[in-house]
Each structure stands twice: as C-alpha cells, then as structure tokens.
Nanobody, 124 residues
Framework: QVQLVESGGGLVQPGGSLRLSCAAS??????VGWFRQAPGKEREGVSC????????YYEGSVEGRFTISRDNGLNTVYLQMNDLKPEDTAVYYC???????????????????WGQGTQVTVSS
C-alpha cells in the first residue's frame, strides 16, 4: 500500500491559478490520475499521466485550462490549474494507475484508497 499525499489546494478567485501536488514514495514508476468530488456530485476523473510523462489525458471541461506533469526525481505529480472557475470547486484526490480512455478517466479497482485530498475553492 502506497500513501499518496495531495497538497496545494486553497481559496482562489475565478480566473486564478493553483498548482496541486501528489507525492508518494515510488510514484515515478506509476501512472497517476487526478480526481475531484464536489458536494452533491459524483467523483469524476480530471486528468491522468503515464509513468514517463509522455502521455496525458484530460476531462473535457478542464482541457486547455489544466496541465498535468510530473517530476519523477521528486516522486511528484502536479496539476497546474489555470483560469479556474467556480465549477472547479471540489476536493481533489490522486490515485495510482487510473484507467484513461481519452476524456474518460476512472479509478482502477484495487489501485485507489481515497485519503484526505486537498480542497480547492474558487469563489469571489
């Protein structure tokens, strides 16, 4: 079992930016996905990246605004979020080995254990 630690969330005005981090020992050998859950809504996949960082995928509403990247030397995956909108408000989580099919990003059974997450609030 790998302990993933999300950080970087906070309160930001619409149009602002945040960079989330997902860190864990050995993360560099895994694909990683970002997920989010807003109050009253299902958890949804946001983005994913393969182990090398050469392949990335995005949910449609964040395409062009969010960028996923990684630094395997630091065992960290990032989610740069630009032009944030109130609809982006949610708790953001990361997970290993997501199933990534174009804009459809889902957790892989047996490879997720939702932890604390990091809260992103977009509000004026």
């Amino acid at each position: 079992q790998v302990q993933l630690v999300e950080s970087g969330g906070g309160l930001v005005q619409p149009g602002g930016s945040l960079r989330l981090s997902c860190a864990a020992s050995g993360l560099g050998s895994h694909a990683v996905g970002w997920f989010r859950q807003a109050p009253g809504k299902e958890r949804e996949g946001v983005s994913c990246i393969n182990s090398s960082g050469r392949s990335t995928y995005y949910e449609g509403s964040v395409e062009g605004r969010f960028t996923i990247s990684r630094d395997n030397g630091l065992n960290t995956v990032y989610l740069q979020m630009n032009d944030l909108k109130p609809e982006d408000t949610a708790v953001y989580y990361c997970a290993l080995e997501p199933v990534c099919m174009g804009s459809r990003i889902t957790p892989r059974p047996g490879y997720y254990n939702w932890g604390q997450g990091t809260q992103v609030t977009v509000s004026s």
